[in-house]
């Protein structure tokens, strides 16, 4: 039985040959603005989005994973009875974490001291009608699975 040779091995002796070519690239250029200098806050938002990380995994995301922990057990654990209780409890977690607790990376501020609102004008979209908020959930502790009555 004779083994093969690599697939870049391959390729690489059809391309010495002229067999193959390397495709076209895409001339593709980047839309955006150039960095400038930032005077205030929120006045240049920029994002990398090269960063690539596995969700779960602390160590290469530590910050927002630990976000995500303390939003899950102040807001789920235990969960509430209907929707309504449920938005409550989100409600009040935003208000603490903006309003009452000092952030050591921002040198012991609270982010709603630091907030400044954008100078666009921006219209709010019409209220949404949430039908669902009027169904109380169902546990069942045996099970360990949740229904919505009438359902």
């Given amino acids: ?12 002796l059809l391309y010495r040959h002229g067999l193959v070519t390397h495709r076209k690239r895409c001339g593709y250029k980047p839309k955006g603005t150039l960095l400038q200098h930032v005077k205030q806050p929120n006045q240049l938002w920029c994002a990398d989005d090269k960063a690539e990380f596995k969700p779960g995994h602390q160590q290469q995301n530590g ?34 974490n903006h309003q009452r607790r000092a952030h050591q990376a921002l040198g012991g501020k609270y982010p709603g001291q630091l907030y400044t609102p954008s100078s666009s004008s921006y ?29």
């Fill in 1 to 12: 039985m004779i083994k093969l040779p690599a697939t870049s091995t391959v390729h690489a």
């Fill in 63 to 96: 910050r927002h994973e630990r976000m995500h922990r303390t939003l899950n057990n102040e807001t789920t654990k235990p969960a509430t009875f209907n929707f309504p209780q449920q938005q409550d409890r989100f409600d009040h977690f935003i208000e603490v």
């Fill in 123 to 151: 219209l709010s979209p019409e209220e949404p009608d949430y039908s669902y908020h009027d169904r109380t959930v169902l546990m069942t502790i045996e099970g360990g699975s949740a229904s919505l009555i009438g359902k």
